[in-house]
């Protein structure tokens, strides 16, 4: 999908493509051998299915810029090209280039998938008129509060919510989230791979439009 001059490509599971003058992934997994070679990649935590070495190796070339959290260091071993690697945490402000990024946290409230304590992440990534929100591995949390002053009339504010439950929320808190912080747009991650489905995704969409929530399914690339 594209908004303004930006482009928004689900790659399956919790995994995009932000295009506009930067190629960004966020948490690469099972993506074509081809794909686009990354300016940067985006890592919300260590899991195999968003910290994947094998799929980095896909998309690095010389200088490509990783954001990742500090437990998986020990998991990028050495590439064949010069990488550049920054530690994030929750609570800090980034810039690369002209993009601004927000690092947020990403926990479980009520399973130990995802423990607070371990400082995981989502991001938002902030490009001109538009905010992408990749909530990460989370459950619906205070945090999200804050987030509701990102709904401004001259912004369009994108938020990406894990719906698959078991790990995350499932599409019924997905749509909680939603309804609280408010987006331009939802779209439904987190699901048809290791946990979640197609059905789940479309309860999602369904319940955040019966709240009048712009909602939509991306097609996997």
């Known amino acids: 999908m594209k908004i303004?001059?930006?482009e928004i490509k689900w790659l399956g599971h919790s995994g995009f493509l932000i295009k506009n003058t930067k190629i960004i992934y966020i948490d690469p997994y099972n993506?074509?051998?081809?794909?686009?070679?990354?300016d940067a990649i985006l890592i919300t935590h260590s899991h195999y299915d968003?910290?994947?070495v094998a799929d980095m190796k896909k998309i690095i070339k010389e200088?490509?810029?990783?954001?990742?959290t500090a437990d998986c260091q020990s998991k990028i071993t050495r590439f064949d090209v010069p990488?550049?690697?920054q530690i994030v945490e929750p609570g800090q402000e980034l810039s690369f280039g002209e993009i601004k990024i927000s690092v947020l946290p990403a926990y479980n409230i009520d399973k130990s998938f995802h423990p607070k304590e371990d400082g995981w992440v989502g991001y938002i990534l902030k490009m001109k008129d538009v905010l992408i929100y990749h909530a990460g591995d989370t459950d619906l949390i205070p945090e999200m509060q804050?987030?509701?002053?990102?709904?401004?009339?001259?912004?369009?504010?994108?938020?990406l919510l894990p719906v698959g439950g078991r790990f995350t929320m499932s599409a019924e808190e997905a749509a909680e989230a939603a309804k609280l912080i408010k987006p331009s747009l939802a779209i439904p991650i987190h699901y048809g791979s290791v946990v979640g489905t197609m059905g789940d995704a479309e309860e999602f969409v369904k319940l955040c439009k019966e709240e009048g929530i712009n909602a939509e399914i991306l097609e996997k690339e």
Do not use: V
């Open 63 to 68: 200088g490509t810029k990783i954001f990742l």
């Open 50 to 52: 968003h910290c994947s």
């Open 146 to 159: 804050k987030l509701t002053g990102h709904k401004q009339p001259d912004k369009k504010f994108i938020a």
């Open 83 to 85: 990488i550049d690697i």
């Open 31 to 38: 993506i074509k051998e081809n794909s686009e070679k990354a």
């Open 4 to 6: 303004d001059d930006i």
